[in-house]
C-alpha cells in the first residue's frame, strides 16, 4: 500500500532532550515536506526537500534540522526540544514539487515539558 | 502576501444534502488546487485536484470548481454523509504549497 509512515505517534518529552522523528515512504517521491499544525495557524512548512542530498527551509525551521540520505527517508530532528514546539507534526511527500499533491503521513503528536 | 483562505470556519449541513465549501486564494500565479479532507486523528487526506486550465473537475461524489476571474475554488459533495464529518481545505501549488485554515463540515442527522 503507498502511504507516508511516521514514528513515533506520540510523544512525551522534557525541553533539551535530542529526539528524531521518523518519516518514510514507499512511493518513490522525489519531493518531501514536514509540517506543524496548530490550532488557529493551520499548517506550516518547516523544513522540505526535493530530492536526495536537498533540502531547504520552509517557513518555520528554527530549532529543527532534517536530512535526507535516502529517497524515501526523511527525519526531523530536535537538537534541543522548547515547549514551544508542542505540536502536531506531519511528513507529507509528492512525486514532484509543484503540480502533485502531497501525500500526508498520519501525524505525530508532540510535547515538550 | 499570499494567502489562502476559507469563508468560513465550521458548516453544518444536513444529511443527505448536498454540501459546499468555499475558498479564496490571492495568488493569481497558482496554477494548481488541491482539497483536502482531514479527519480527527488522522492526517490530511487527498480528496481531488484541478489545474488552472480548467474550471470544473468531478470525482466520486466530489467536485471542485475554480473560478480564475475572481480566485474562487469550491467544493460540492453531494448527497452528505456522516463519513464526510472532517475539516475540509484547500491548498493551492506554485513552487511553494500554501494552505487554507480549513472549514469543519459538521453532518446534522
Known amino acids: 500500500e503507498a502511504q507516508v509512515t511516521q514514528n513515533p505517534r506520540y510523544l512525551i518529552t522534557v525541553t533539551g532532550k535530542k529526539l528524531t522523528v521518523t518519516c518514510s515512504q514507499n512511493m518513490n517521491h522525489e519531493y518531501m515536506s514536514w509540517y506543524r499544525q496548530d490550532p488557529g495557524l493551520g499548517l506550516r512548512q518547516i523544513y522540505y526537500?526535493?530530492?536526495?542530498?536537498?533540502?531547504d527551509k520552509g517557513d518555520v525551521p528554527e530549532g529543527y534540522k532534517v536530512s535526507r540520505k535516502e529517497k524515501r527517508n526523511f527525519p526531523l530532528i530536535l537538537e534541543s526540544p522548547s515547549p514551544n514546539q508542542t505540536s502536531l507534526y506531519f511528513c507529507?511527500?509528492?512525486?514532484?514539487?509543484?503540480?502533485?499533491?502531497?501525500?500526508f503521513g498520519n501525524g505525530t503528536r508532540l510535547t515538550v515539558t | 502576501g499570499e494567502s489562502v483562505g476559507l469563508h468560513l470556519p465550521t458548516l453544518s449541513v444536513q444529511e443527505g444534502d448536498n454540501s459546499i465549501i468555499n475558498c479564496a486564494y490571492s495568488n493569481s500565479a497558482s496554477d494548481y488546487f488541491i482539497w483536502y479532507k482531514q479527519e480527527s486523528g488522522k492526517g490530511p487526506q487527498f480528496i481531488i485536484d484541478?489545474?488552472?486550465?480548467?474550471d470544473k473537475r468531478q470525482g466520486q461524489r466530489v467536485t471542485v470548481l475554480l473560478n480564475k476571474t475572481v480566485k474562487h475554488l469550491s467544493l460540492q459533495i453531494a448527497a452528505t454523509q456522516p463519513g464526510d464529518s472532517a475539516v475540509y481545505f484547500c491548498?493551492?501549488?506554485?513552487?511553494?504549497?500554501?494552505f487554507g485554515k480549513g472549514t469543519r463540515l459538521h453532518i446534522l442527522p
Open positions: 491548498a493551492e501549488r506554485d513552487d511553494k504549497i500554501i
Open positions: 526537500s526535493m530530492n536526495v542530498e536537498v533540502t
Open positions: 507529507a511527500s509528492s512525486l514532484g514539487h509543484n503540480n502533485s499533491p502531497l501525500h
Open positions: 484541478i489545474r488552472s486550465n480548467m
